[in-house]
């Protein structure tokens, strides 16, 4: 069955400070991976995706993810970390067909000055 | 314009009543979708419509009905509230009806509160 887990339920940072948010997926196949950021009481926002292809991705608001397949990971990047990338951060994978998203715990990502 | 947009945004009700929740996109989308929030954030897909047709159903009690009455509205009745129902409910909508080729637009959610 297809699963997510992000081992870190909460990370600080300081700001300025690079990042790293950790996913692990478990998928039968190649999978479709996301990641999404929820600023508080909002929405879902789409960060990046991979389906195929170079396996490291560029997204909105400065974040990158690499896909490693031998470990079975898909971890978000960020060089520089600002006041404003604190948020509820949600790894989550797809298959073909699926029509679904599998999503992680979610990694809330708090930043002090 | 709101993407995807829900009503109400806060509900608060006493158990065993029955409440609707409204979500409308007006991105031309074809696929809708209804998601749930619990306490702790995790996020679990409980239906999917593709142009009004319910594709996805998740293990979701009876007690949960949604409804489609066009592919631009999504509704979500659920009767008999039971404390188990709080939870932020999440409208989203894409273009495909496989998601890997494309992406979710999520509303800002629902909070509802079952006391």
């Known amino acids: 069955a297809q699963s997510v887990t992000q081992p870190d339920i909460h990370i600080t940072v300081s700001e300025g400070a690079s990042l790293e948010l950790r996913c692990n997926y478990s998928y039968g196949a190649t999978p479709y991976l996301f990641w999404y950021v929820q600023s508080p009481g909002q929405g879902l926002q789409l960060l990046l995706k991979?389906?195929?292809?170079d396996t490291l991705v560029q997204g909105i608001k400065g974040f990158e993810a690499e896909f490693k397949r031998s470990q079975s990971s898909f971890n978000l990047r960020k060089p520089s970390v600002h006041w404003s990338d604190a948020a509820e951060y949600f790894c989550a994978v797809a298959g073909w067909g699926g029509g679904k998203l599998i999503f992680g715990q979610g990694t809330e990502l708090s930043v002090k000055p | 314009d709101t993407a995807v947009s829900q009503t109400p945004k806060y509900l608060v009700t006493q158990m065993g009543n029955d409440k609707s929740i409204k979500c409308e996109q007006n991105?031309?989308?074809?696929?809708m979708y209804w998601y749930k929030q619990d306490s702790k954030k995790f996020l679990k897909i409980m239906f999917s419509y593709n142009n009004k047709e319910l594709i996805i159903n998740e293990t979701v009690p009876n007690r949960f009905s949604p409804k489609s009455p066009d592919k631009a509205h999504l509704n979500l009745h659920i009767n008999s509230l039971e404390l188990g129902d709080s939870a932020v409910y999440f409208c989203a909508s894409s273009q495909a009806r496989d998601l890997p080729t494309g992406e979710l637009f999520f509303g800002e959610g629902s909070r509802l509160t079952v006391l």
């Open positions: 991979y389906f195929s292809g």
């Open positions: 991105l031309g989308h074809d696929t």
